[in-house]
C-alpha cells in the first residue's frame, strides 16, 4: 500500500494564480480532510468529506475548494492565490473513529 | 467553541527525567487521538483513546484520558534524544470525524 500520497510536495506560486493539489489514498478510507499547518497554530482542517460525493467545510475553508468524486481521491482548489495561503498542507484518511492518516504534504508559498 | 489547547508548548528535558504533556478540551469527546511530528515531516499517529479512563504504552510513552475532566495526559519517562519531536493531541468532537488539533508540544531531550 502507498498510504496517502500528495502532490506536488513544493510549489511557489504568484499571487491571483490558481492551482490544484492533489490528494489520493488506497486503503478504502470513507474519511479524507484538508488541513493547513503554520508555525505556532497546531492543524487546522480546511475542508472534509466522509465518502465520495460528501464534502463539507471545515475551520477555515475560504479561498479553498474540494470536490470527491472517488473514494481515492481528494483534490484541493486554490482559487486565486493569496501570502496568506502560503503554508504547508496536508491530506488525511481514515475510516470513521479511527486515527487518521496523513500524506508527505505540501508546501506552498504565495508571492 | 470548540477548542483544544496543550501545555507546555516547549519542553526541554535533560535524558532520563520524566514529564507530562497535558492537552485540555472544551466540550464533550471520548475519541482523542495523539500524533508525533518529526521537523519536516509528516503526522505519524501514537495513540487512540476511544473511553473515560484509556491508557496506552508505548515504550517510554504513556498517554491516558479522563473524558470528565477533558483531560488527556502523555507521560514521557526517562527520556532518550529519540523522543524530541512535536507531539499533538486531536479530539472528534463527535461532529462527523472534523478532528481539532491543539498546537502541539516541542520536545527537546537534551543529552
Known amino acids: 500500500n502507498a498510504g496517502v500520497t500528495q502532490t506536488p510536495k513544493f510549489q511557489v506560486l504568484k499571487t491571483g494564480q490558481s492551482m490544484t493539489l492533489q490528494c489520493a489514498q488506497d486503503m478504502n478510507h470513507e474519511y479524507m480532510s484538508w488541513y493547513r499547518q503554520d508555525p505556532g497554530m497546531g492543524l487546522r482542517l480546511i475542508h472534509y468529506s466522509v465518502g465520495a460525493g460528501i464534502t463539507d467545510q471545515g475551520e477555515v475553508p475560504n479561498g479553498y475548494n474540494v470536490s470527491r468524486s472517488t473514494t481515492e481521491d481528494f483534490p484541493l482548489r486554490l482559487l486565486s492565490a493569496a501570502p496568506s495561503q502560503t503554508s504547508v498542507y496536508f491530506c488525511?484518511?481514515?475510516?470513521?473513529?479511527?486515527?487518521?492518516?496523513f500524506g508527505p504534504g505540501t508546501r506552498l508559498t504565495v508571492l | 467553541e470548540l477548542k483544544v489547547e496543550q501545555n507546555p508548548l516547549f519542553l526541554s528535558m535533560q535524558e532520563g527525567k520524566n514529564y507530562t504533556i497535558y492537552c485540555n478540551y472544551s466540550?464533550?469527546?471520548?475519541?482523542l487521538y495523539w500524533y508525533r511530528q518529526d521537523p519536516g515531516k509528516s503526522l505519524e499517529s501514537l495513540f487512540v483513546?476511544?473511553?473515560?479512563?484509556a491508557v496506552k504504552q508505548e515504550g517510554r510513552l504513556m498517554a491516558s484520558l479522563d473524558t470528565k475532566a477533558r483531560l488527556s495526559t502523555l507521560h514521557i519517562t526517562a527520556a532518550v534524544h529519540d523522543l524530541s519531536a512535536t507531539y499533538f493531541c486531536?479530539?472528534?468532537?463527535?461532529?462527523?470525524?472534523?478532528?481539532?488539533f491543539g498546537t502541539g508540544t516541542s520536545l527537546t531531550v537534551i543529552p
Open positions: 488525511a484518511s481514515s475510516f470513521r473513529g479511527r486515527e487518521q492518516f
Open positions: 486531536a479530539v472528534d468532537f463527535n461532529t462527523g470525524n472534523q478532528f481539532y
Open positions: 483513546l476511544l473511553s473515560n479512563g
Open positions: 466540550t464533550t469527546s471520548d475519541r
